[in-house]
T-cell receptor, first 114, second 110 residues
Framework: NAGVTQTPKFRVLKTGQSMTLLCAQD?????MYWYRQDPGMGLRLIHY???????AKGEVPDGYNVSRLKKQNFLLGLESAAPSQTSVYFC?????????????FGPGTRLTVL | KQEVTQIPAALSVPEGENLVLNCSFT??????LQWFRQDPGKGLTSLLL?????REQTSGRLNASLDKSSGRSTLYIAASQPGDSATYLC?????????FGAGTTVTVRA
């Protein structure tokens, strides 16, 4: 099993450009999540999905959109990138949201917006 | 809003010393508390998960305790090794949502 994979690993954008980050999981998990990690701060939830075709806002959703067209994939889009979106982005997945469920994380995407 | 704090932010110890990492949280209505390890440039790996009804969990040299009423958890790593050098993150779960601390970066000196 590859677990959770993220594409790309690194990306540099100019202000105003758009891009899509791809997350894929092969564990047949229902729940998927997008987080961002900034220096000196914990991970913050951007958006999440509780199943194919569903998405919901997390703690810091502004400036991002997501789609979950297939159960194994969760896409994060930046329509018009801003320097404040420079961060490391992590995707995660879990079987459910029970008290015994842990989240499995991808390796991250380092995004720089100039 | 749940606030998770980890103190200290960084820790350096000689090999063989026991490590004690602290985590505190403000809202005791949690599903579980998890400890993760993050290596530089890598994703997070789950180390231990303690359900809200449990007091502790153990895995090898790692032991984590949970005191929900006081909003505290402690991760103990016995007989530290240079390979334990990493950032350790604490997270509390409220249904689907994980709230993370900023982490403690540990350096174990050979």
């Amino acid at each position: 099993n590859a677990g959770v994979t993220q594409t790309p690993k690194f990306r540099v954008l100019k202000t105003g450009q758009s891009m899509t980050l791809l997350c894929a999981q092969d564990m047949n998990h229902e729940y998927m999540y997008w987080y961002r990690q900034d220096p000196g701060m914990g991970l913050r939830l951007i958006h999440y999905s509780v199943g194919e075709g569903t998405t919901a806002k997390g703690e810091v959703p502004d400036g991002y959109n997501v789609s979950r067209l297939k159960k194994q994939n969760f896409l994060l889009g930046l329509e018009s990138a801003a320097p404040s979106q420079t961060s490391v982005y992590f995707c995660a997945s879990s079987y459910g949201a029970d008290s015994t469920d842990t989240q499995y994380f991808g390796p991250g995407t380092r995004l720089t917006v100039l | 809003k749940q606030e998770v704090t980890q103190i200290p932010a960084a820790l350096s110890v000689p090999e063989g010393e026991n490590l004690v990492l602290n985590c505190s949280f403000t809202d005791s209505a949690i599903y579980n508390l998890q400890w993760f390890r993050q290596d530089p440039g890598k994703g997070l790996t789950s180390l231990l998960l303690i359900q809200s009804s449990q007091r502790e969990q153990t895995s090898g040299r790692l032991n984590a305790s949970l005191d929900k009423s006081s909003g505290r958890s402690t991760l103990y790593i016995a007989a530290s090794q240079p390979g334990d050098s990493a950032t350790y993150l604490c997270a509390v779960s409220d249904d689907y949502k994980l709230s993370f601390g900023a982490g403690t970066t540990v350096t174990v000196r050979a």
